[in-house]
């Protein structure tokens, strides 16, 4: 069983060395990696060269932004499985992409899979919250729960059948696209109970008050795209929620 990972970065050599590194120590794995660049000039693409070997796509060209380049990644994944890393995180362990395998070994009516998370701090990784999820289905949506977008994987067909993300919701595109497929069409899906990935915080939707307020705003737009009732009580309670991650 092959998973295709997809990479995108812009302008990312501070980190995406440690992330290409924590791809390609994975044991154990069919993997097909996949590096989608929006066209970086501060020594990324110097960065990628030196891990030729280990990848098997590569795009660089500009872009739309982080989710017109993530489904660059899907139109060039040819794996059973797709997942993201982005280029600022890195996996746990050296065995995540094995366990995620095999769950979907284990299960062949499985659509998708998700894990636990670290949120991290940018330059020592002193973890700042934890992301810890749970068995969930498309009634938790309804609560304001979602899974840790970084931990998702999902078969090929599930982008085939329901659509890749979309480009007019700015940083909820996750967000609408996780509504979509697990509330709208229903995904069988399961929770891994491992620690999958270390993100760095300061992402583009917490890097100012218009930042924050845009997320909300797309979070709303995304709910009522879903047709998921009450969206102002579930976005209440999704912002509520990452309290508890803290602790």
């Not at 440690?18 to 791809?23: G, P, T, Y």
């Not at 060039?76 to 050296?94: C, H, Q, R, V, W």
């Not at 967000?175 to 992402?203: C, E, Q, S, W």
Request: net charge neutral; charged share 20%; aromatic share 10%.
């Amino acid at each position: 069983m092959k998973i295709s990972l997809i990479t995108v970065v812009f302008n990312g050599a501070d980190f995406l060395e440690e992330c290409i590194s924590s791809v390609c120590s994975q044991v154990d794995v069919d993997l097909e990696y996949i590096i989608v660049d929006g066209g970086s000039t501060d020594g990324t693409l110097d960065i990628i060269k030196n891990y030729n070997a280990h990848i098997h796509h590569f795009v660089t060209e500009k872009d739309n932004g982080l989710y017109d380049a993530i489904n660059k990644g899907i139109k060039l994944a040819t794996g059973d499985i797709i997942g993201i890393l982005n280029a600022d995180d890195s996996f746990e362990s050296i065995n995540v992409l094995a366990q995620v395998a095999k769950a979907f070994k284990n299960n062949i009516n499985l659509d998708g899979l998700y894990g636990n998370l670290n949120y991290v701090h940018p330059q020592n990784k002193n973890i700042i919250r934890k992301w810890k999820s749970k068995e969930a289905d498309y009634s938790d949506i309804e609560k304001g729960w979602m899974p840790a977008h970084p931990t998702l994987y999902l078969r090929r067909n599930v982008f085939t059948s329901f659509g890749n993300y979309t480009l007019d919701l700015g940083t909820a595109a996750d967000y609408d696209f996780i509504l979509r497929i697990f509330h709208t069409y229903k995904i069988k899906t399961a929770y891994l109970p491992i620690l999958m990935v270390n993100m760095r915080t300061g992402g583009l939707s917490n890097n100012s008050l218009n930042s924050l307020f845009n997320a909300l705003l797309n979070d709303y737009k995304a709910l009522k795209r879903n047709k998921v009732s009450h969206p102002l009580s579930v976005l209440l309670q999704k912002k509520l929620s990452k309290l508890s991650q803290f602790f």
